[in-house]
Nanobody, 117 residues
Framework: QVQIVESGGGLVQPGGSLRLSCAASGSIFRLRPYVMGWYRQAPGEQRELVEHITSGGSTGYADSAKGRFTISKDNAESTVYLQMNSLKPEDTAVYYC?????????WGQGTQVTVSS
């Protein structure tokens, strides 16, 4: 089982930036293939994909993230990042990191992002 710990959430004003981190244990980055993804869930809403990155470095993102969010990974640190710029109030949600590897899915506990003035 992959252990995942997210961090980096907080309160930010509209237009601001945050960088979320997702630290994965279990040497997941030595396994192939894998997909690491950032999801978010706002109150009363379904959890939705924000961006994902594969072991090969391919990325995909939701329309809401286009041009504002960037996913990246540090293989040496087994960490995936989500750089979020130009944040909007509608980006307020709990952000979760998900790992899919060897047919198994693991989720982190989530980190709260609140965009408000």
């Amino acid at each position: 089982q992959v252990q995942i710990v997210e961090s980096g959430g907080g309160l930010v004003q509209p237009g601001g930036s945050l960088r979320l981190s997702c630290a994965a244990s279990g040497s997941i980055f030595r396994l192939r293939p894998y997909v690491m993804g950032w999801y978010r869930q706002a109150p009363g809403e379904q959890r939705e994909l924000v961006e994902h990155i594969t072991s090969g470095g391919s990325t995909g993102y939701a329309d809401s993230a286009k041009g504002r969010f960037t996913i990246s990974k540090d293989n040496a640190e087994s960490t995936v990042y989500l750089q979020m710029n130009s944040l909007k109030p509608e980006d307020t949600a709990v952000y979760y990191c998900r790992a899919d590897v060897l047919g198994r899915t693991s989720w982190g506990q989530g980190t709260q992002v609140t965009v408000s003035s």
